[in-house]
């Protein structure tokens, strides 16, 4: 492909509207748009005016979304070619060389490093990708072999790449949900390392794309408070944060999860890190686990709650809040005088805001009072772009808990 990828397509939003954009945002709603002028199909590129012919930028369009434009560019002059792509995928993969351990991290981070819709994981010498939009999935086999070409240059050989585009957003982007290997088939089973731990990720069959790469330094994080320590990792998965508190000399710790597929994983993690005798998991519905737990007098030194998304929509947030004040309370009621509590959030609807004021509301039901010892976020491999609010999901407190005095 050369050239120019864009149209002589235009939208033209309707005066007052743009705010999003205007304030760094990444996405144009259909409700926002007066009209298009040109010649162009949904999934190409075309420029997007203000209502008075003020440009204000390239970006993909689809007609059969709400999210009628992705924001790609800003300036006129950029253009959007080849080496434009080129340029953002190296800009990206250098950016995780200065902030994270790139072993295995996310690579590409869609909105937040300016490819709208594309999520690119890397673990050891596999990449896994998620393409969730029309426009960027036209560019995906560009975009992947400009990343392998990269690596390369630092003598990283990819050994595969596995496609994981099965989230139901595709269908409103007007695409099914599809999986499974781009190019040569090869075993989907890698061992990672993190934080000292060691995991068996499948790429085809684990959640997401394999593995929650957000939570890395959240879990190094707890590994301070679980030396010599009894902890509950609740909402287990794999035993990550389990694993991290075996690893950092946690005397006992018990990991829980519905899944029975989950826990085998986790167990098998346990004794890949030679931690099967400290570290135990269990198949068990932690909303209905915990208070067994309580009526059984057990208490923890450290109690991790890292629940999977309660609201994934902004109307259901009100029965999310409930949600998370429940699990709040029935953890808080297990951690000993003076231990410690994790408990986090992975909704983007689900605010700071809102989440500390769940919490203290938790907290003055289970009669407890807690003392801040640090507030997280996401990896910097996850980064945040301000402006683009669904880049910022992950929110992580970790407290004292001390009984009412």
Known sequence: ???????????????????????????????????????????????????????????FYNSASKIRIRMLARRREEPIDEGFIRQRVRDAWNYRKQVIDTSSCRVIFGEADWLPGLVVDKYEDILVVESLALGIDRLKLMILDELKAALAEDGIKVRGIYERSEAPVRKKEGMQPHKGFIGPEFDPNVEITENGVRYLVNVAEGQKTGFFLDQKLNRLAMQRLCHGKRVLDCFTHMGTFALNAGYAGASEVTGLDISSYAVEQARANAVRNHLEDRVHFRCADVLDEL??????????DVVILDPPAFTKSREATKNAIRGYREINIRGLRLVE????????????????????????EAARTAHKRLRQVEFRTQAPDHPILWGADDSYYLKFFIFQVREER
Do not use: Q
């Open 291 to 300: 208070p067994k737990l309580n009526e059984a007098g057990e208490k923890y």
């Open 337 to 360: 005088d003076g231990g410690y509590f994790a408990s986090c959030s992975c909704s983007h609807f689900m605010t700071e805001e809102l989440l500390a004021k769940t919490i203290a």
């Open 1 to 59: 492909m050369t050239g120019t990828l864009c149209t002589s397509g235009k939208a033209i939003l309707k005066k007052g509207e743009g705010r999003t954009i205007k304030a760094g945002g990444a996405w144009v709603f259909d409700n926002e748009i007066a009209r298009t002028e040109g010649t162009f199909a949904d999934g190409e590129i075309i420029a997007v005016e203000d209502f008075d012919g003020y440009f204000m930028g390239w970006g």
